[in-house]
């Protein structure tokens, strides 16, 4: 099959890529750039286990095709970090052990940034209904809504004082 | 967040460090299974059967081996045919007819999603159009759907060859019948003033991991191979393979990579031989990833499950007799948890006279896994359910009739020996002391049930080895991969023991040739065996490094002494010396210190768990809200405790699940209608409240630290607990699972229509 040139932003830098018109973003992620921390668990659109931010808004990367990518701003767990510096979001998960496994995790961080990109004081059930795209078999979902909700008060207080 | 701790002089143990590969699973790093590739990597996909039952009466697979890009495909017949008979592997039995069989068929296909054949192509689109050319003519055979259809006179035969010792030289789907016995239940019953006597079923529910099965295997000219995968046991999938394929043990490596969940259903193998196989055949590495779909058809799940219970108990609810049948489907081959079922449904408790029957029976379903807690969560439902029942025959709190007839140390367990020091009436305890069991709830359509549940827990084989670094930090080693964890304890166990910082200390979950053998992650055994093997290795590193401090001090090593973490010695007054400080100095006193240990551990310490949920039921709907849900565990002694909350919530929602939503759904002709996760309903986040947790800490005397495994027993309780609650909220004992909407309506709408009681108690 012809492959297609690709331009986009990826995590903040341009990015070109070849691809097949059939593949997903979540296969270019993958197969293509070597981006695997983005992950696969159904391909239908019902795990979030592959959720990227697409010009800052959750979606399905399974359910994207490569070549949609051209001209967004995609956004992968990789990119959370600044350097060294964890986000606040990624760091409240390790103090809060709110991953076991950790296969669901870089879903629901993605998940979780988008909420509080817009929404730095969600309720308990705002989060809950945010994270309701991502499946976590491992933690019954206790200590991720704990350390989402964590994240937002250290990112509030941090808007207010500093 | 209640804990119930026994004093503690540790440092490190009972402290909530951040997990030592945290940073890498929240930064996409890690690399699990699906993640490896390896240059010159072919893909693998399977076909997979169209039936519930059928005779493979040819499969021509001419034209896809023609695609373009298509490089190998293979049939049940490249397969070695395998004995037929149990062999050990580890301290875990499989029959490499059955599970070669499984990996793909050979003359029959025995359920709908069954492998029939394996493509290895050049990309994963050219290897599933490639499954689109392969021919396979079926003759098609009535299938067989549950055990009652299974056990019929008549039935269609699954296993021509199968036999049960029972009937004798008789074709059958009957793979095995145990029975459990003690005292007289006929006297018990009659000593009964109340008898309760009810049947209940539950479906096939899959683990439910989110990351699908991968492998990637290579193998080289020499003979030599290498399994990549996401296993939960890399030694049984280096000695399954070995079995299916008939190769010898040691010529392959498996590595574990990271793994995304298992829960047991990680413990077999589907396509690691499949793709050493391809890769046998084309010279290739090959690297294959399940769909969803294939997860849900052909993986997993556990048991479904029909279970008689009938039990009496005196006035004043004391337990007099309890007799069970249960039936659980294996799935295509024999092997289901019913063994455990068995000697799990009564455990908590003391009941003087019992008979147990129980059937392994083979449906056209796929061949069961382990799951969590294996059998044990059914039977429970059922168990649980009765005896909320008797308790409100007898007027008393369905947390005292549990007190009242619970095990304790000496109750003889019905099948083994007496119980050492257990905390099964201390999970009541904490339960009942509760602030949620207390508080009141009130408003109409609301219940609060109560359940407890047993697991063994495993020991089995561990090895562990410690290297102490000239930077006096030190590294463990181990062969258990780490669902839930067990690295941060492992790292703690040895910094505890060594007087390090645990940040100095780096776990390292390695490959089978790195190792000594280590059985399965399973079982609520690593932090309990490899544990062990953790604690001892790093006792012998601490043991080598007093030698090489007394060499220092030209003293006898049982004048060195260890305390603080620093090294003095009692006869002259060297100045004291930190691991670090001493390790700094190991070239000069004999090069570098490497402490080892192997365990094939006794002393389980068996874990007892008890769950209060509280649940809201829409009468217009049948939908249960969980309100509120608090679970107490006894883990023994808690190394990390917030993991060992995360185990007891995991479980809790996994149980929460099955009580609710989850089951396989079958067409009349055996096809799977809900194998994606749309309609395979597991619990999201809004449909859980938090969940509380209490850990109890009774010490396991087997176990130097007083470990218990934790990961297994908190799914049990949540079925029965919320039937229970149910029954409180609307009136109606729910004996089916999942107490979907549709069903608790119809039970509702029944019970309004009739207005009579659904069970039948009466006065012995
Ligand atoms: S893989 Fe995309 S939603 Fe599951
Ligand atoms: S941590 Fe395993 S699925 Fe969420």
Same mark, same amino acid.
């Given at each position: 099959m012809r492959? &297609?040139?690709?331009?986009?932003?990826?995590?903040?830098?341009? #990015?070109?890529?070849?691809?097949?018109?059939?593949? !997903? *973003?979540?296969?270019? *992620? =993958?197969?293509?750039?070597?981006?695997?921390?983005?992950?696969? /668990?159904?391909?239908?659109?019902?795990?979030?286990?592959?959720? #990227?931010?697409?010009?800052?808004?959750? #979606?399905? !990367?399974?359910?994207?095709?490569?070549?949609?990518?051209? +001209?967004?701003?995609?956004?992968? #767990?990789?990119?959370?970090?600044? /350097?060294?510096?964890? !986000?606040?979001?990624?760091?409240?998960?390790?103090?809060?052990?709110?991953?076991?496994?950790?296969?669901?995790?870089? +879903?629901?961080?993605?998940?979780?940034?988008?909420?509080?990109?817009?929404? *730095?004081?969600?309720? $308990?059930?705002? &989060?809950?209904?945010? *994270?309701? /795209?991502?499946?976590? =078999?491992?933690?019954?979902?206790?200590?991720?809504?704990?350390?989402?909700?964590?994240?937002?008060? $250290?990112?509030?207080?941090?808007?207010?004082y500093g | 967040m209640g804990s119930h701790t026994t004093e503690s002089s540790f440092r490190v143990i009972g402290t909530r460090p951040i997990r030592h590969d945290g940073v890498e699973k929240v930064t996409g790093r890690a690399k699990y299974g699906a993640d490896y590739y390896v240059a010159g990597m072919l893909h693998g996909k399977v076909l997979r059967s169209p039936h519930a039952h059928a005779r493979i009466k040819s499969i021509d697979f001419s034209r896809a081996l023609a695609l373009p890009g298509v490089k190998a495909v293979v049939t049940g017949k490249d397969l070695p045919e395998g004995e037929n008979k149990t062999v050990p592997l580890g301290e875990m039995t499989v029959n490499p007819r059955y599970l070669g069989q499984n990996i793909l068929a050979r003359d029959k296909v025995l359920y709908y999603g069954h492998a029939v054949a394996a493509v290895a192509a050049i990309s994963p689109h050219i290897a599933e159009q490639a499954l689109e050319l392969i021919e396979v003519d079926y003759e098609v055979l009535p299938p067989v759907l549950s055990v009652e259809q299974a056990m019929a006179e008549g039935a269609p035969i699954l296993h021509p060859d199968l036999r049960n010792e029972e009937l004798g030289d008789v074709p059958t789907n009957v793979a095995k019948h145990v029975v459990l016995t003690r005292g007289d239940v006929e006297a018990g019953f009659r000593e009964a003033h109340f008898i309760v006597e009810r049947e209940f079923r539950t479906s096939m529910v899959h683990q439910g991991y989110i990351e699908p099965h991968n492998a990637l295997a290579i193998y080289n000219a020499d003979g030599k191979a290498t399994i990549y995968c996401s296993t939960q046991g890399p030694f049984e999938v280096r000695g399954m393979s070995a079995a299916v394929l008939g190769l010898p043990v040691g010529s392959i490596k498996v590595v574990p990579a990271e793994i995304g969940g298992g829960f047991g259903g990680k413990t077999t193998v589907y396509l690691e031989p499949l793709a050493l196989l391809l890769a046998m055949k084309t010279g290739q590495p090959v690297k294959m990833v399940m769909t969803r779909s294939e997860v849900l058809r052909a993986t997993g799940p556990t048991s479904g499950s029909l279970i008689r219970v009938k039990m009496g108990c005196t006035k004043e609810g004391k337990i007099t007799a309890a007799k069970i049948w249960m039936a659980y489907e294996a799935g295509a081959f024999p092997g289901s948890p019913v063994g455990a079922a068995t000697m799990t449904v009564l455990a908590p408790y003391a009941i003087p006279n019992v008979q147990i029957d129980g059937y392994d029976v083979v449906v056209n379903k796929p061949k069961t896994a382990a799951y969590r807690a294996p059998g044990a969560t059914n039977a429970a439902f059922a168990a649980e359910t009765v005896i909320d029942e008797l308790a409100e025959l007898c007027g008393i709190d369905p947390l005292d009739i549990r007190i009242l007839n619970g095990a304790r140390e000496g109750t003889p367990h019905p099948a083994g020996p007496p119980y050492r020091r257990i905390g099964f009436i201390e999970t009541c305890e904490a339960i009942k002391a509760s602030e949620h069991y207390r508080s009141n709830l009130e408003g109409p359509n609301r219940g609060r049930g109560v359940a407890s549940g047993f697991w063994f827990n495993a020991g089995m084989q561990s090895a562990a080895v410690v290297n102490i670094h000239l930077d006096g930090t030190a590294s463990v080693v181990t062969g258990s991969p780490d669902i839930g964890g067990t690295r941060a304890a492992c790292a703690m166990i040895a910094a505890e023991v060594l007087g390090l910082n645990v940040e100095d200390v780096r776990p390292v979950v390695t490959d089978t040739d790195s190792i000594g053998h280590t059985d399965v992650t399973g079982g609520s055994r690593v932090t309990f065996a490899t544990g062990m093997a953790v604690f001892r290795a790093a006792e012998d590193a601490l043991a080598q490094l007093k030698e090489r401090a007394a060499k220092l001090w030209e003293c006898k090593v049982e004048e060195v002494e260890f305390r603080d973490g620093k090294f003095y010695c009692k006869t002259n007054n060297a100045t004291p010396l930190s691991v670090s400080e001493l390790a700094k100095r190991l070239p000069r006193l004999g090069g570098p210190v490497t402490g080892r240990a192997t365990v094939n551990a006794r002393g389980v310490g068996p874990s007892f768990a008890t769950c209060c949920i509280d649940v809201e039921v829409d009468p217009e709907t049948g939908r249960v809200q969980i309100l509120r849900c608090t679970v107490a565990q006894d883990a023994g002694r808690a190394i990390h405790p917030a993991y060992v909350e995360g185990q007891m919530q995991g479980g809790t929602a996994q149980g929460i699940g099955w009580a609710l939503n989850e089951e396989y759904i079958y067409d009349s002709d055996g096809h799977l209608m809900n194998s994606t996760l749309l309609d395979y309903r597991m619990p999201t986040c809004p449909d859980l409240p938090m969940i509380e947790t209490i850990i109890v800490e009774v010490p396991n005397p087997g176990h130097p630290l007083g470990v218990r495994g934790v990961g297994e027993v908190s799914i049990v309780p949540p079925p029965a607990a919320i039937a229970n609650a149910v029954y409180r909220a609307v009136g109606v004992r729910m004996t089916e699972l999942p107490m979907s909407p549709a069903r608790l309506w119809k039970a509702i709408a029944q019970k309004e229509s009739t207005r009579s009681g659904l069970g039948r108690a009466q006065h012995g």
């Open positions: 492959k &297609v040139a690709v331009q986009t932003t990826l995590n903040g830098e341009p #990015v070109e890529f070849l691809c097949e018109p059939r593949q !997903s *973003l979540l296969e270019v *992620l =993958r197969d293509v750039l070597n981006l695997t921390g983005t992950k696969e /668990g159904c391909l239908t659109g019902d795990c979030g286990a592959c959720s #990227v931010l697409f010009d800052g808004r959750v #979606v399905c !990367s399974c359910l994207v095709l490569g070549v949609e990518a051209q +001209g967004a701003q995609i956004q992968t #767990v990789e990119g959370l970090a600044h /350097g060294n510096e964890l !986000s606040v979001l990624q760091r409240k998960f390790l103090e809060h052990a709110a991953l076991q496994c950790g296969i669901c995790t870089p +879903g629901f961080l993605i998940a979780a940034k988008a909420l509080l990109d817009h929404n *730095l004081n969600p309720s $308990e059930s705002e &989060v809950r209904y945010a *994270l309701a /795209g991502n499946l976590c =078999r491992c933690t019954g979902y206790d200590k991720i809504v704990r350390a989402v909700m964590d994240a937002a008060k $250290e990112m509030r207080e941090r808007e207010a | -």
